[in-house]
């Protein structure tokens, strides 16, 4: 399972699809960046940000711009991600799109 933000989601492969359709629908536009990256023992950190377009959703589009950064920490088995934990403050992106 996935952790995220006081969130818990399934993380097969079937539903992070529908995820990432989902924002990629929401923020057609977006650009998401790795920052760094680090492997050790059984872990791997990566510091990304992402940057987009509120354009379309369930809600009337804002057409404002916004920005989040965060770390997900990864741990791989048998060449698959079987763990993960993402740590960013979708606040801050929801106040800077104004969807509050």
């Known amino acids: 399972m996935g952790r995220m933000a006081r969130t818990t989601f399934k993380s097969d492969p079937t539903s992070v699809h529908e995820l990432w359709a989902f924002l990629r629908s929401a923020f057609p536009d977006q650009s998401f960046q790795v920052r760094d990256m680090i492997a050790e023992d059984d872990k791997v950190v990566v510091q990304w940000s992402l940057s ?5 959703r369930r809600i009337p589009p804002t057409g404002k711009k916004g920005s989040v950064s965060g770390i997900a920490i990864y741990r791989p088995a048998n060449g698959k991600i079987v763990e993960r934990w993402v740590s960013t403050n979708l606040e801050v992106l929801k106040k800077r799109l104004e969807l509050n």
């Open 52 to 56: 987009c377009t509120h354009l379309v």
